[in-house]
């Protein structure tokens, strides 16, 4: 079955850097990879997502980019404010029938102002 | 428009008991997806169910079992419960068919067996 690895655990960045995360999945099949924010005590949110036809997808602050040869996308987060502060969690979706989601580990992202 | 609600928030439960959770998706989806959430991990995949039917299982014993409803609601259910089934329950509801849209989850149900 699909495994994804994803990195680093734990990330501590300035106010005002990039933060970049990484994510590896075993299925090459996979063909959708979104992320996710969970704050402290509460739900995942998505945040942004990609296809596998795509390489890179914008949304204001953060990107996805993706190489499907390689098996591995990542996220990248510029000008980082505190409100980032929170665990990200990237995610793959095997081909099939059922939209089931095989999340990463996750990563604790703070951002020292 | 209403997102996805869960109830109850939190659940004290003891070993051996039953517990059941439930999860009305957000308006206009028709797929509900359970996970559960130990501390400090990712969301693990339950089941997923999608026109009454479970569609698709994780690896979860069948100790966890599932509903669907006319309406789209769901709700889990989990018989002889261990100390190890404390975790966060969280339900995520999506639009089917065809590829993944995205999947939305509530604010989950906090289970703690003593």
């Known amino acids: 079955g699909e495994n994804v690895e994803q990195h680093p655990s734990t990330l501590s960045v300035q106010e005002g850097d990039s933060a970049v995360i990484k994510c590896t999945y075993s299925d090459s099949a996979s063909n959708y990879f979104p992320w996710y924010k969970q704050e402290l005590g509460k739900r995942p949110q998505l945040i942004i997502d990609?296809?596998?036809?795509?390489g890179e997808k914008k949304d204001q602050r953060i990107a996805v980019t993706l190489n499907k040869t390689a098996k591995h996308f990542s996220l990248h987060i510029t000008e980082t404010q505190p409100e980032d502060s929170a665990v990200y969690f990237c995610?793959?979706?095997?081909?099939?029938?059922?939209?089931?989601?095989?999340f990463g580990q996750g990563t604790r992202l703070t951002i020292n102002p | 428009d209403a997102g996805v609600t869960q109830s109850p928030t939190h659940l004290i439960k003891t070993r051996g008991q039953q517990v059941t959770l439930r999860c009305s998706p957000k308006?206009?989806?028709?797929?509900v997806s359970w996970y559960q959430q130990a501390l400090g991990q990712g969301p693990q995949f339950i089941f997923q169910y999608y026109e009454e039917e479970e569609r698709q299982r994780g690896n979860f014993p069948d100790r966890f079992s599932g509903h669907q409803f006319p309406n789209y609601s769901s709700e889990l259910n989990v018989n002889a419960l261990l100390l190890g089934d404390s975790a966060l329950y969280l339900c995520?509801?999506?639009?089917?068919?065809?590829?993944?849209?995205?999947?939305?989850f509530g604010p989950g149900t906090r289970l703690t067996v003593t």
């Open positions: 995610a793959a979706v095997p081909e099939g029938g059922a939209q089931k989601l095989v």
């Open positions: 990609i296809r596998s036809n795509v």
């Open positions: 995520a509801s999506s639009l089917n068919p065809g590829l993944a849209l995205g999947q939305y």
């Open positions: 308006s206009g989806h028709d797929t």
